[in-house]
């Protein structure tokens, strides 16, 4: 169970760029939650998922040297679905389709590969505690990035440029 949940079903094995493919794998996910339960079912799985992939990530690499393998990326979904949470609810609230919010779904997507590969700051230093606290962490600062990103995207898009 704890490989199946740290490699999100087996999308950590894919190659190149395992935690690119995670990210993106967790985009479809993200979007059929949003349909069944809205943005707050969404925060319910992303609070699970953060929990179950800590749980899972210590499970998976407690007899291994490396505490971050590349096929873990449970981390990946729950950074990803953090990115995407300010366009469903801007998509709740303007009462428009998530889809119809597309550059939001772009810049979420972007962001968070960015924030997460380059980690700086906060990023950074979660990623070298060196256990599955870290493993998840840096990518939960990551998301929060990613979704002030989202959020500053929207503002210019409906504010400074939409004169």
């Known amino acids: 169970m704890s490989k199946?949940?740290?490699?999100?079903?087996g999308v950590g094995y894919m190659?190149?760029?395992?935690?690119?493919?995670?990210?993106?794998?967790?985009l479809p996910v993200a979007w059929a939650l949003n349909e069944l339960g809205g943005f707050w079912l969404v925060g319910a799985a992303l609070v699970a998922a953060f929990f179950a992939g800590w749980w899972a990530t210590e499970k998976f690499t407690a007899a291994r040297a490396d505490?971050?393998?590349?096929?873990?990326?449970?981390?990946?979904?729950?950074?990803?679905?953090?990115?995407?949470?300010p366009v469903f609810i801007g998509a709740s609230h303007a009462?428009?389709?998530t889809l119809d919010l597309w550059?939001?779904?772009?810049?979420a997507f972007l962001a968070f590969r960015l924030f997460?590969?380059?980690?700086?700051?906060?990023?950074?230093w979660a990623d070298r505690r060196g256990d599955a606290l870290?493993?998840?962490l840096d990518d939960v600062i990551a998301g929060i990035?990613?979704?002030?990103?989202?959020?500053?995207?929207?503002?210019?898009?409906?504010?400074v440029f939409a004169q």
């Open 67 to 85: 505490k971050d393998p590349s096929e873990v990326v449970i981390d990946e979904v729950v950074g990803q679905w953090i990115g995407l949470l």
């Open 15 to 26: 190659r190149p760029a395992a935690g690119t493919w995670g990210s993106l794998a967790a």
């Open 116 to 124: 997460d590969i380059w980690k700086p700051g906060p990023i950074g």
């Open 134 to 136: 870290g493993v998840i």
């Open 4 to 9: 199946l949940i740290a490699t999100f079903f």
């Open 95 to 97: 009462d428009v389709q």
């Open 145 to 159: 990035a990613a979704a002030l990103c989202v959020m500053l995207g929207a503002y210019l898009a409906h504010s």
């Open 103 to 107: 550059p939001g779904w772009v810049t």
